[in-house]
């Protein structure tokens, strides 16, 4: 199978508004895509006069290889994105993908009865997770996913990562599941986990590194969101300090990381 990056015009074949921030398009090829791995991303060019020649990094949130169908979960944050949600089923979408490293998967071969995994997401961190919780079921090893937001109407994705994952709904009004912070639900006393795997914004994934090496967790990978331009490596505007104090590229050493070799 073809993994090489590649430009390519997709057609929107569905669009489904989730919540008043949240949109998910599915993009159809015209061939087959290429092995995509849960947490790479794609950079979006924004199909109008205006926001022609400017390209946005999404994560990529499904991909239903035998249809030829990859998803995205759009935020509407800024003026492309707002655009991109706005675009009529049959639009022509163009993407630069698939960009970027994704999460590592447990090693299926040494994959035991303890391995037990942990997804966390936060507001639109849900959007590469799904995709991983979607993996790791089809290889048969059980997860987690705690899910956070604000209030009831920002919790997406729940009926699809429940057929996928045991599921802890958190919001911060209380209004659906746990109320508090996925930080503070009572799981992390509850279980301990060979893996945990996070996205969202900064201070939840730090929190949650700092709780999986305080619960003796091997393994805590991060998906992190810099503002990116390029996408490829060459403006050097995503970076972030490693653990040892040199840059680490964001789009092109990640946006994956393992939480232990980041300097934050
Ligand atoms: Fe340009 Fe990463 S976005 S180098």
Request: aromatic residues 6%.
């Amino acid at each position: 199978m073809n993994t090489k990056k590649r430009a390519e015009d997709f057609v929107l074949v569905h669009k489904e508004i989730l919540s008043s921030n949240f949109t998910r398009l599915d993009l159809l090829s015209s061939t087959e895509l290429p092995l995509i791995e849960a947490g790479q991303f794609v950079q979006v060019q924004i199909p109008s006069s205006l926001y022609g020649w400017l390209r946005i990094p999404i994560s990529i949130h499904d991909v239903r290889a035998k249809e030829r169908i990859l998803s995205l979960l759009v935020q509407k944050v800024g003026d492309g994105s707002i655009q991109l949600s706005s675009c009529p089923e049959n639009s022509k979408i163009n993407l630069i993908y698939p960009l970027g490293k994704g999460f590592t998967m447990p090693n299926l071969e040494l994959a035991s009865l303890d391995t037990s995994i942990l997804l966390v997401g936060g507001g639109c961190g849900i959007a590469p997770l799904l995709y991983l919780a979607k993996n790791l079921k089809e290889n048969g090893i059980k997860t987690s996913v705690l899910l956070g937001a604000r209030s009831r109407d920002q919790l997406i994705c729940q009926e699809t990562l429940s057929s996928y994952a045991s599921l802890y709904p958190c919001t911060e009004d209380g209004s659906v599941g746990f109320k508090g912070l996925v930080t503070e639900h009572p799981l992390w006393k509850m279980e301990s986990f060979s893996h945990i795997y996070t996205c969202g914004p900064t201070p939840m994934m730090k929190a949650v590194a700092a709780l999986s090496v305080k619960m003796g967790s091997k393994h805590c990978q991060v998906s992190l969101e810099n503002t990116m331009a390029c996408g490829l490596g060459a403006c050097l505007c995503c970076v972030t300090p490693s653990a040892q104090g040199h840059n680490l590229c964001v789009c092109t050493d990640g946006p994956v990381f393992d939480a232990s070799v980041l300097g934050w």
